[in-house]
């Protein structure tokens, strides 16, 4: 499994910007895919998740900015991000999960975005 983000950048506070990841390999049957952000100093923590049915849920500090959606036909999962703050700063991570007798998860390798005042 393999799984690529795209869509970082530079952008001014109060701007959008649209994260994509794209699972290529065995990527079926994933029960969850989602995006975690790790900022410098910080740890590694959750933004969104989007179950196989379409279940999402947000971290509070996203709600009503961030909306996360997933095109099965593509294997992609989307991140609209909107009204963005200063410290939605951070490098942006693309997971994946199959929950079986135990969770294994899938990790691209990040994509930075940098919210400048």
């Known amino acids: 499994v393999q799984l690529v983000e795209s869509g970082g950048g530079l952008v001014q506070a109060g701007g959008s910007l649209r994260l994509s990841c794209a699972a290529s390999?065995?990527?079926?049957?994933?029960?969850?895919m989602g995006w975690y952000r790790q900022a410098p100093g910080k740890q590694r923590e959750l933004v969104a998740t989007?179950?196989?049915?379409?279940?999402?849920t947000y971290a509070d500090s996203v709600k009503g900015r961030f909306t996360i959606t997933k095109d099965n036909a593509k294997n992609t999962v989307y991140l609209q991000m909107n009204s963005l703050k200063l410290e939605d700063t951070a490098v942006y991570y693309c997971n994946a999960a199959r929950v079986g007798i135990m969770r294994v998860d899938y990790w691209g390798k990040g994509t930075l975005v940098t919210v400048s005042s």
């Open positions: 989007i179950t196989s049915v379409g279940t999402s």
């Open positions: 390999g065995n990527s079926f049957s994933f029960n969850a």
